[in-house]
């Protein structure tokens, strides 16, 4: 499933590299993943997975790895229309970016809890 952005869709960007970026909508309650030369659509959810699934690869295990195996993985997310086939370049450049982008969230939210919660 590939975003097409309509004219009336605005689009905030939470965090940006050279290799891509993720971009959050608040009218669609979803954030576009921009990488490996698409744009997909995810819920925080699936965000989430997408988020974890990277984490699992051990990049330190397939850079050491002497066999013939292909520096290639495949990110299959449950439940989620988008799949990922990247090299371990690929891989360290995408995890850089969703640690980023979950840094964001989480300073986001911090300064939302600072600035609008009312003392007592």
């Not at 495949?74 to 980023?100: M, N, P, R, T």
Request: glycine share 2%; proline share 2%; charged share 25%.
């Amino acid at each position: 499933m590939t975003a097409t952005l309509s004219p009336t869709t605005q689009w905030t960007d939470v965090f940006k590299t050279a290799k891509g970026a993720v971009y959050q909508c608040d009218e669609e309650r979803c954030w576009y993943v921009d990488f490996a030369g698409k744009v997909a659509k995810f819920d925080y959810r699936c965000l989430l997975k997408l988020r974890k699934a990277v984490y699992h690869i051990d990049i330190e295990h397939a850079l050491l790895n002497t066999t013939k195996d292909p520096d290639v993985e495949i990110i299959f997310i449950c439940a989620c229309d988008h799949c990922y086939v990247l090299s371990l370049l690929q891989i360290i450049a995408l995890k850089e970016i969703l640690e980023g982008t979950f840094v964001m969230l989480e300073l986001n939210r911090i300064l939302h809890e600072r600035l609008f919660t009312v003392s007592v």
